[in-house]
């Protein structure tokens, strides 16, 4: 199983912006799709954002126009540029990378949009 470690998550005002990355312990072969998921407080885990090995990207609505994903082609990891926060962004924010043996997941980074 690879590591992958979540980095960029803070504190910061509404409006503001953040650029989550993800780092993996090792390399990664066979990858589908990378992607951000969240899961904020008495809620369940969603999708942030994916892009497959072929660039198409994905994004939940409430996201759409706010959040780029993007990846280290290199590294094989995914960057989340996260512009005009929002309050309702507030969650953990998770690295996922896919690849044919299954899911690699990071442990988390707290994302926190609050004045």
């Known amino acids: 199983q690879v590591q992958l470690v979540e980095s960029g998550g803070g504190l910061v005002q509404p409006g503001g912006s953040l650029r989550l990355s993800c780092a993996a312990s090792?390399?990664?072969?066979?990858?589908?799709?990378m992607g951000w998921y969240r899961q904020a407080p008495g809620k369940q885990r969603e999708l942030v954002a994916t892009?497959?090995?072929?660039?198409?990207?994905v994004y939940a609505d409430s996201v759409k126009g706010r959040f780029t994903i993007s990846r280290d082609n290199a590294k094989n990891t995914p960057y989340l540029q996260m512009n005009s926060l929002k309050p309702e962004d507030t969650a953990v924010y998770y690295c996922n990378v896919r690849n044919y043996w299954g899911d690699n997941w990071g442990r988390g980074t707290q994302v926190t949009v609050s004045s």
């Open positions: 892009i497959a090995r072929d660039g198409r990207t």
């Open positions: 090792r390399s990664i072969f066979s990858i589908s799709t």
